[in-house]
């Protein structure tokens, strides 16, 4: 069964504005981490936020936030004012077992997200 | 701060020929990942390392595919022979070895592999 999935293949949008990229995960496991992760055309992935499944409030980084509904199993990354800079691929990932040193990330498929001046 | 580096950054070879990359982690970082990330994929890991012992290796193709951490801190990942289906970015990533929230990977460049 698939444990990450993004169902977003593409998105864009306009300089300045805000876009949510959607995220739903599968896991029976009660501890559990989840990242997102940026990969520009350079190749590298970014991390960019976490969130912890006991976290009792939404991660937040600058411009970046993520929407968590747990009972939703859902975990959105909302980028407010978008910048051209952002256009690049994102991941969604998640980590079983939250309070362990053996982070096996496994990942879903991937959004690509374009910012039109 | 030096990130995680890897060579070569492009690599290209013909079918059942061998190749390594090589990968150097953040200095103090005691667990390494190899992922593979075939294009239009997320990365999926292929093997972890705590220091110079194997912790994952369970989706790692051990016919063909191996990985070696010698002293704790370099990894290499070989493939021999090499198939069509390799052709790939193999990214490498390492942690710090401690439980928490904050214990992200973080990745190198990655090799962009390409089997003719």
């Known amino acids: 069964a698939q444990k990450i999935t993004q169902t977003q293949p593409g998105m864009f949008v306009q300089e300045k504005e805000a876009v949510t990229l959607d995220c739903t995960y599968d896991?029976?496991?009660?501890?559990?981490?989840l990242f997102w992760y940026k990969q520009p055309s350079s190749g590298e992935m970014i991390f960019l936020i976490y969130?912890?499944?006991?976290?009792?409030q939404n991660a937040t980084e600058g411009r970046y936030s993520l929407n968590f509904q747990k009972a939703r199993k859902s975990a959105n990354l909302v980028i407010s004012a978008s910048q051209l800079g952002d256009s690049a691929m994102y991941f969604c990932?998640?980590?079983?077992?939250?309070?362990?040193?053996?982070?096996?990330?496994?990942f879903g498929t991937g959004t690509r997200l374009l910012v039109s001046p | 701060e030096a990130g995680v580096a890897q060579s070569p950054r492009y690599k290209i070879i013909e079918k059942r020929q061998s190749v390594a990359f090589w990968c150097n982690p953040i200095?103090?970082?005691?667990?390494l990942y190899w992922y593979q990330q075939i294009l239009g994929q997320g990365p999926k890991l292929l093997i972890q390392?705590?220091?110079?012992?194997?912790?994952?290796d369970s989706q790692l193709p051990k016919d063909r595919f191996s990985a070696e951490r010698l002293k704790g801190v370099d990894s290499t990942l070989k493939i021999q022979p090499a198939k069509l289906e390799d052709s790939a970015v193999y990214l490498c990533a390492s942690s710090l070895d401690r439980t928490g929230s904050d214990n992200e990977q973080f990745f190198g460049p990655g090799t962009r592999l390409t089997v003719l």
């Open positions: 200095s103090g970082h005691a667990t």
């Open positions: 990932a998640m980590r079983e077992g939250q309070n362990t040193g053996f982070q096996k990330l496994v």
């Open positions: 390392f705590q220091n110079n012992g194997v912790v994952d």
């Open positions: 969130q912890g499944s006991y976290d009792q």
């Open positions: 896991t029976s496991d009660p501890s559990y981490g």
